[in-house]
């Protein structure tokens, strides 16, 4: 019997090892960077953060925002969505660089922005790139952010930041297709 019982607990260790395990974040590749999920959370609508290495949703230079928009499914509503989040960035001090209708893969038409934030007490500008578009189901935002900050010169940074590579990140977030929304986590953490 104590045999039995030492299989028992050699078992029921091993399992609970097994299950004390992380799983694993799922990821995602973008401007040739893998970024792992760093959050999800649901207050209004489905969004998930991914960030790169040791970064955090706290703290990071650069990070991808996936929003699922299941109340907007025609073209008319992913315009007023688009509006709406362009509204919600200039009222919370966002300056609109760039705001275009443009032609993804096949030609399907997205909305495309570029927003700019300004944080002086902290000497750095948020830079976002932001599609709106039309997935399978329903609308979707990709939102990628990056931070530039130097306590000497953190605008002269970000406007080199926008002369060198905001070509590059927009056409990376405009090309960026995301991954089916129902594959991924949907537990707050």
């Given at each position: 019997?104590?045999?039995?019982?030492?299989?028992?607990?050699?078992s029921?260790?091993?399992?609970?090892?097994?299950?004390?395990?992380?799983?694993?974040?799922?990821?995602?590749?973008f401007?040739?960077?893998?970024?792992?999920?760093?959050?999800?959370?649901?207050k209004?609508?489905?969004?998930?953060?991914?960030?790169?290495?040791?970064?955090?949703v706290?703290k990071?230079?650069?990070?991808?925002?996936l929003?699922?928009?299941?109340?907007?499914r025609?073209?008319?509503?992913?315009?007023?969505?688009?509006q709406?989040?362009m509204?919600?960035?200039?009222?919370?001090g966002g300056?609109?660089?760039?705001?275009?209708?443009?032609?993804?893969?096949?030609?399907?038409?997205?909305?495309?922005?570029?927003?700019?934030?300004?944080?002086?007490?902290?000497?750095?500008y948020?830079?976002?790139?932001?599609?709106?578009?039309?997935?399978?189901?329903?609308a979707?935002?990709?939102?990628?952010?990056?931070?530039?900050?130097?306590?000497?010169?953190?605008?002269?940074?970000?406007k080199?930041?926008?002369?060198?590579?905001?070509?590059e990140?927009?056409?990376?977030?405009?090309?960026?297709?995301?991954?089916?929304?129902?594959?991924?986590?949907?537990?707050?953490?």
């Amino acid at each position: 019997m104590l045999a039995k019982n030492g299989i028992v607990v050699i078992s029921l260790l091993t399992m609970l090892s097994l299950g004390a395990q992380k799983p694993v974040a799922p990821t995602i590749t973008f401007l040739g960077q893998t970024y792992h999920l760093g959050s999800f959370n649901q207050k209004s609508h489905p969004q998930w953060e991914f960030v790169t290495g040791s970064e955090t949703v706290e703290k990071w230079t650069t990070l991808v925002t996936l929003i699922d928009r299941p109340d907007a499914r025609t073209r008319p509503e992913l315009d007023r969505l688009a509006q709406g989040i362009m509204s919600t960035y200039t009222a919370h001090g966002g300056r609109t660089l760039l705001a275009k209708t443009m032609q993804g893969a096949g030609g399907v038409p997205f909305n495309y922005m570029t927003v700019a934030f300004e944080e002086p007490a902290k000497h750095r500008y948020e830079l976002n790139f932001v599609k709106a578009a039309l997935g399978p189901k329903n609308a979707y935002l990709v939102v990628y952010g990056v931070r530039i900050t130097d306590p000497k010169d953190y605008t002269g940074k970000a406007k080199t930041y926008l002369d060198q590579h905001s070509s590059e990140a927009g056409q990376a977030v405009g090309n960026f297709v995301p991954p089916d929304f129902a594959t991924l986590p949907r537990k707050e953490f």
